[in-house]
């Protein structure tokens, strides 16, 4: 099974508070899990990622949390700003084909901070 | 500035025509990888190109093929178009063939079959 399941759709948080948004997997397979971020007429960019034998990875303000027994990651989002507001996707890669990784994206949350 | 180069960024076309997508990757990467992306599905996974040859193959419909130059441009054709493929396309480029180490997406393609 190559889905990648993101809750929640979309998000409201107020200013200086903290985003999360969480997403889970079923392929065991999956070796490396980014968290990419979109605005509006750009694309994705990667945010942050791990890899499953880390349990916690911080970069600023931004967090993943991994949970290989429950096969669940999320991103933490502290001291949210009204500049996060953009579409969140978490994803997941594993080894397919001729040598090919590719990425099984969530289907996205659409961050809103208010001030 | 991603430094991946998707032309045109808009395309407006009608039903049953056959347009090109073009994309320029980062200077010194090898692969690249073609993704659309619709309100309903996502960001799906189309095909993957590493140094001229095809990778892998994902959701890409029959209609849809894709190519990568000795110059290391890739672009997809779509073609007999349909209302459903109207879409974001995007392309996205990576030293090698893992997307270990991320991968660098570009602005897009919004393609819009009337």
């Known amino acids: 099974q190559q889905q990648v399941k993101q809750s929640p759709q979309s998000l409201i948080v107020q200013k200086g508070g903290i985003s999360i948004i969480n997403c889970a997997y079923e392929n065991t397979a999956f070796d490396y899990f980014p968290w990419y971020q979109q605005f509006p007429g750009k694309g994705p960019a990667l945010l942050i990622a791990i890899r499953p034998d880390v349990s916690e990875k911080k970069e600023g303000r931004f967090t993943i949390s991994f949970n290989k027994s429950a096969k669940q990651f999320s991103l933490h989002i502290m001291d949210s700003q009204p500049g996060d507001s953009a579409t969140y996707f978490c994803?997941?890669?594993?080894?397919?084909?001729?040598?090919?990784?590719?990425?099984?994206f969530g289907k996205g949350t659409k961050l809103s901070v208010i001030p | 500035d991603s430094g991946v180069t998707q032309t045109p960024k808009h395309l407006i076309t009608a039903t049953g025509q056959r347009v090109t997508l073009r994309c320029s990757p980062r200077?010194?990467?090898?692969?690249v990888y073609w993704y659309q992306q619709s309100l309903d599905q996502g960001l799906q996974f189309l095909i993957h190109y590493y140094n001229g040859e095809e990778r892998a193959k994902g959701n890409i419909l029959e209609r849809f093929s894709a190519q990568q130059f000795p110059d290391l441009h890739s672009e997809l054709n779509l073609s007999s178009l349909e209302l459903g493929d109207s879409a974001l396309y995007f392309c996205?480029?990576?030293?090698?063939?893992?997307?270990?180490?991320?991968?660098?997406f570009g602005s897009g393609t919004r393609l819009t079959v009337v």
């Open positions: 200077s010194g990467d090898l692969s």
């Open positions: 996205a480029s990576s030293a090698g063939q893992s997307t270990n180490y991320g991968y660098t």
């Open positions: 994803a997941a890669s594993t080894l397919s084909g001729a040598g090919s990784y590719q990425l099984t």
